[in-house]
């Protein structure tokens, strides 16, 4: 390889909106068969709106939005965003303030908990509350299966050991998500979606984007990431990975290709081999079209 061609290489990369971390990555772009992609943030734009909020009986459902909405304003997850967006919104038109949170802390791919207005609040996975004996009540529970029949992310909220309320969460696919990943089984690669989320939501999200069913991998937890990307490894598979750096970083670094969204995290683009700075699935095309280019160039 000379030096040239690779900076022409970097050079157009950069124009294109892709960062290279070094000569040493093209070459995995020639071998890569196998493309796993993150769902939140990735495959679909992370920009995650709350739908609605349905309280236990006896329950305020202002009340549930608003001590998860302060509980989440202390995360940076897609989901907490949503949550916390909806209830600095709500509070704001009251002339209120969201209170305080105190002993945060963060489940990975979970959820989280802490203390709001002297309350030990939860909020997270349905199965979250489950593992802590709080599970949700009949309704609540119906409320949860038929957002993630409808495909939407269904998080529960508890309070002083109680569940008391269930937020709907809906994300939508990246316009450009579709025909990019038509465009990379066109250069060789196996699109498999990878994501914490239920089932549910996956598959309707492979649906949407062209994933068969048999390469969908849901609720898998962050440390289940990288387990995921080595066992591809183990069967022989050469692994390109997409991810937002939320829970995937590890994975990303054990990829044989990692490609970090430039819209993702600063540990994503620390843990890559190339960055793609648009955010958009689009450009892990034109990466891996130009890489191999020129690789071509050169050999
Ligand atoms: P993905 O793999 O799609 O990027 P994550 O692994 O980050 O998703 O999260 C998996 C699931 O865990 C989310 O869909 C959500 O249900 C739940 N979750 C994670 N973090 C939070 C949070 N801060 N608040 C509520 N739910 C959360
Ligand atoms: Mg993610």
């Known amino acids: 390889a000379t030096p040239t061609a690779l900076m022409v290489g970097t050079g157009r990369g950069a124009q294109l909106g892709v960062l290279i971390r070094g000569p040493e990555v093209l070459e995995s772009t020639l071998r890569a068969d196998t493309i796993v992609l993150d769902k939140t943030g990735t495959v679909t734009t992370g920009e995650m709106t709350l739908q609605d909020v349905a309280a236990a009986p006896g329950e305020d459902r202002d009340e549930v939005l608003r001590l998860a909405g302060a509980l989440e304003s202390a995360s ?108 990379l089984r066109g250069l060789g690669l196996r699109p498999v979606l990878l994501t914490g989320d239920n089932a549910t939501v996956a598959a309707n999200v492979a649906a949407e984007v062209g994933i068969a069913p048999d390469d969908v ?62 955010g958009d699935l689009m450009a892990a095309v034109d990466a891996i079209r130009l890489a191999r280019r020129t690789l071509g160039t050169i050999q």
């Open 217 to 278: 991998i849901a609720e898998v937890l962050p440390e289940g990431k990288i387990e995921v990307v080595r066992q591809l490894q183990a069967a022989n598979r050469v692994v390109a990975m997409v991810g937002d750096g939320v829970n995937d970083a590890a994975a990303l670094a054990q990829a044989d290709l990692g490609l970090a969204m430039g819209t993702g995290t600063d540990v994503a683009i620390e843990a890559s081999d190339l960055t793609l700075v648009s």
């Open 76 to 183: 940076e997850h897609p989901v907490a965003r949503a949550i916390s967006r909806a209830a600095a919104g709500a509070a704001a038109r009251s002339a209120e303030e969201l209170p305080t949170v105190a002993q945060f802390a963060n489940r990975e791919g979970l959820g989280v908990r802490g203390v709001v207005d002297g309350h030990a609040v939860l909020v997270g996975r349905p199965r979250l509350l489950s593992s802590c004996s709080q599970p949700l009540p009949t309704a609540l529970a119906e409320v949860a299966r038929e957002a993630e029949a409808a495909g939407r992310t269904a998080v529960a909220v508890s309070w002083d050991g109680r569940a008391r309320g269930v937020l709907t969460i809906a994300d939508v696919v990246k316009p450009t998500s579709a025909a990019a990943i038509r465009e």
